[in-house]
């Protein structure tokens, strides 16, 4: 199987939309006979990173690059950035707004949740510029 | 497990049929109740039932990622069109009941439905 790359663009804030771009990564791998658990992984990391996007950030770029062995996913945001990365990890540290709180989301379970969901994950962040969340899932076992 | 199909639970906790999925075969065994969206999202394994009284559209989202083919809308809380339209294009059963979360959750409960958190 040859490459395939997807492009997002989210903006911040929009709450309505949020999830589009991990429902249609999920049908991609449902149609490339991807195990579900695997599937699972996948969705729910990239769904907690752009939920993050879109409750801290302006806006941001999600960049998906799927091959027969793994799928690597790039968030870049322009935003806020993370003051202290090592902080954002640890479970129940939130910065979130009572508007995201009102979502269902900012209890401080994101990046971790991403963290168990996805076999590399990497967060680089410059406060008052943005972040960018790296994301990877081997596809086969 | 037990023998609980959609048509059955919805009778139990009067719901209101918002969108049927087309699995009408399905079995409904487990349930998670939760208003934190991030709570479902770090569960190990995917429950049959989440019970909220968050109505957006993120409910449905977080069922779609998390593998959770229905979704109760509890408390009497207005559904709007924007989440019955994401819950037909994920094809999750979506149903809405006045009773609340602590009623819906002792009805399943007495039902032989199991916890997953």
């Known amino acids: ?141 | 497990m037990i023998d609980m199909k959609p048509e059955k639970l919805i009778d139990i906790i009067s719901g209101n049929m918002l969108h049927l999925a087309g699995d009408d075969s399905l079995n409904l065994d487990t349930v998670i109740a939760s208003d934190l969206m991030s709570d479902v999202l770090t569960l190990e394994n995917e429950p049959d039932i989440l019970v909220t009284g968050l109505a957006n559209t993120q409910c449905i989202r977080t069922a779609e990622m998390a593998d959770i083919p229905f979704v109760i809308i509890a408390k009497g809380k207005k559904v709007s069109q924007e989440i019955i339209d994401l819950a037909r294009e994920g094809d999750i059963y979506l149903i809405s009941t006045h009773l609340s979360i602590y009623k819906c959750c002792g009805l399943l409960y007495t039902h032989g439905i199991k916890d997953t958190f």
């Open chain 1, 1 to 141: 199987m040859s490459g395939i790359t997807f492009t997002y663009k989210i903006e911040g804030g929009d709450f309505v939309n949020a999830g589009k771009a991990s429902s249609e990564i999920k049908r991609t791998l449902k149609q490339l006979n991807v195990a579900q658990k695997t599937i699972r992984r996948v969705v729910v990391s990239l769904y907690e990173a752009e939920v993050n996007i879109v409750a801290h950030a302006h806006r941001g770029n999600i960049d998906v690059a799927i091959n027969s062995e793994n799928i690597s996913i790039i968030l870049k945001d322009e935003g806020p950035g993370i003051k202290d990365i090592d902080k954002a990890m640890e479970v129940g540290f939130s910065t979130a707004s009572p508007s995201v709180i009102s979502m269902g989301f900012g209890a401080g379970m994101g990046l971790p949740n991403m963290k168990k969901n996805s076999d590399y994950l990497n967060v680089e962040s410059e406060v008052g510029v943005g972040t960018t969340v790296t994301i990877k899932v081997a596809l086969i076992e």
